[in-house]
Nanobody, 119 residues
Framework: QVQLVESGGGLVQPGGSLTLSCAAS????????MSWYRQAPGKQRELVAR???????MYADFVKGRFTISRDNAKNTVSLQMTSLKPDDTADYYC?????????????WGQGTQVTVSS
């Protein structure tokens, strides 16, 4: 059974830091690209950061220089270190795993963890 379990969300003051973690099981973690998405109230879900199976990373412009994504294939975990947090970063954050085949893809999602940035 595939599972992605996020943790680490919470309330943080503007300018603060938070690290989210996602524990994966039930699939070959090292083969999958892992991403963090977020969805703020009333807005569409958006990609925050991605790390490929080879370890290459990409970031949305709105988090560049503030967030860092990393993965540990030995522990089947992916993390998102968030610094210099802003109120606009308030959202539910979701872990995603994806593996593309020639004719399709496997795409898994976690249940999300809430991040609130407020004084």
């Amino acid at each position: 059974q595939v599972q992605l379990v996020e943790s680490g969300g919470g309330l943080v003051q503007p300018g603060g830091s938070l690290t989210l973690s996602c524990a994966a099981s039930g699939f070959t973690f090292s083969s999958y690209a892992m991403s963090w998405y977020r969805q703020a109230p009333g807005k569409q879900r958006e990609l925050v950061a991605r790390i490929t199976s080879a370890g290459s990373t990409m970031y949305a412009d709105f988090v560049k220089g503030r967030f860092t994504i990393s993965r540990d294939n030995a522990k089947n975990t992916v993390s998102l270190q968030m610094t210099s947090l802003k109120p606009d970063d308030t959202a539910d954050y979701y872990c995603n795993a994806v593996l593309y085949y020639m004719i399709g893809s496997n795409d898994y999602w976690g249940q999300g963890t809430q991040v609130t940035v407020s004084s």
